[in-house]
Nanobody
Framework: QVQLVESGGGLVQPGESLRLSCVASGSIADMNIVGWYRQAPGKERERVASIGPNEYHVSYSDSVKGRFAISRDIAKKTMYLQMNSLSAEDTATYYC??????????WGQGTQVTVSS
């Protein structure tokens, strides 16, 4: 079993930055793909970024490309999401997740990000 715990959310003003962290524990497969999703009230969950075992297998949604950066430290079993130039449209609950096989099988509890002036 894998446990994922996010941190780093909060309230920021438009244009500011935040860095989210996700620490994994349990039976970790370090070579699995991990990623960040977000869900805003009344909207479907959206995958914003994912990363494979190395920095070369990275993808972003069009809505965050150029502003967000995903990274991972396998030795620390930690994944990060650096979020820059935040806007109100980025307000959501952010979840980290890990793939097992073809499914996003493991999820954190979520951390709230609110962008407001």
């Amino acid at each position: 079993q894998v446990q994922l715990v996010e941190s780093g959310g909060g309230l920021v003003q438009p244009g500011e930055s935040l860095r989210l962290s996700c620490v994994a524990s349990g039976s970790i497969a370090d070579m699995n793909i991990v990623g960040w999703y977000r869900q805003a009230p009344g909207k479907e969950r959206e995958r914003v970024a994912s990363i494979g075992p190395n920095e070369y297998h990275v993808s972003y949604s069009d809505s965050v490309k150029g502003r967000f950066a995903i990274s991972r430290d396998i030795a620390k079993k930690t994944m990060y999401l650096q979020m820059n130039s935040l806007s109100a449209e980025d307000t959501a609950t952010y979840y980290c997740a890990q793939k097992y096989g073809s499914a996003w099988a493991y999820w954190g509890q979520g951390t709230q990000v609110t962008v407001s002036s």
